[in-house]
T-cell receptor, first 112, second 118 residues
Framework: EAGVVQSPRYKIIEKKQPVAFWCNPISGHNTLYWYRQNLGQGPELLIR????????DSQLPKDRFSAERLKGVDSTLKIQPAELGDSAVYLCASSSYRGRVFFGPGTRLTVL | AQTVTQSQPEMSVQEAETVTLSCTYDTSESDYYLFWYKQPPSRQMILVIR??????QNATENRFSVNFQKAAKSFSLKISDSQLGDAAMYFC???????????????FGKGITLSVRP
């Protein structure tokens, strides 16, 4: 069974540039999460989807971050424009109803 | 809101010895799950062990076991016969048993870096 797939694995951009991350969850998982993990810290939830509906986006900085999960499968997280403080690892995770949460390998973003 | 606290930033253990990683949490709920996740350097996060709050018996997975003290809101991880491959960051996490709304998310502690000495 394929795990959670994320791309790219690494991204280096200059501040004020846009960036997008892609996630393909495990087949059949209706819940998809985007977490941000700063260096030396635990992950913090940015947004959670149940199928195609965003049910918890309270921690998403909506002035520059956006996300979508069309058709309730894969998802894209976008930052525009990126700031220095956005440098972090962006983790995607998925789960089935009440099931175990599986994490992807993450995208390490460096903003210069 | 639920909080998870890992107060030890780093720990070290000799290979083949036993180490215990501490975690405390705060919640007003009675039904929830607790987890320990392992994150090796530059590698993805994997689940080590899971505890259901309504179960009194402590969870065990091979060399990994927990000491779950519900009244004290304490959830420690014991690693027996430590191996070099156990070196990683370990995160304690909480999740409500209610699957709707904001309660469904995992809330993580800050993590602890475990090093294993050969």
């Amino acid at each position: 069974e394929a795990g959670v797939v994320q791309s790219p694995r690494y991204k280096i951009i200059e501040k004020k540039q846009p960036v997008a991350f892609w996630c393909n969850p495990i087949s059949g998982h209706n819940t998809l999460y985007w977490y941000r993990q700063n260096l030396g810290q635990g992950p913090e939830l940015l947004i959670r989807y149940e199928n195609e509906e965003a049910v918890d986006d309270s921690q998403l900085p909506k002035d520059r971050f956006s996300a979508e999960r069309l058709k309730g499968v894969d998802s894209t997280l976008k930052i525009q424009p990126a700031e220095l403080g956005d440098s972090a690892v962006y983790l995607c995770a998925s789960s089935s109803y009440r099931g175990r949460v599986f994490f992807g390998p993450g995208t390490r973003l460096t903003v210069l | 809101a639920q909080t998870v606290t890992q107060s030890q930033p780093e720990m070290s253990v000799q290979e083949a010895e036993t180490v215990t990683l501490s975690c405390t949490y705060d919640t007003s709920e009675s039904d929830y799950y607790l987890f320990w996740y392992k994150q090796p350097p530059s590698r993805q996060m994997i689940l080590v062990i899971r505890q259901e709050a309504y179960k009194q018996q402590n969870a065990t997975e091979n060399r990994f076991s927990v000491n779950f003290q519900k009244a004290a809101k304490s959830f420690s991880l014991k690693i027996s016969d430590s191996q070099l491959g156990d070196a990683a960051m370990y995160f304690c996490a909480y999740r409500s048993a209610r699957v709707t709304g904001a309660n469904s998310k995992l809330t993580f502690g800050k993590g602890i870096t475990l090093s294993v000495r050969p």
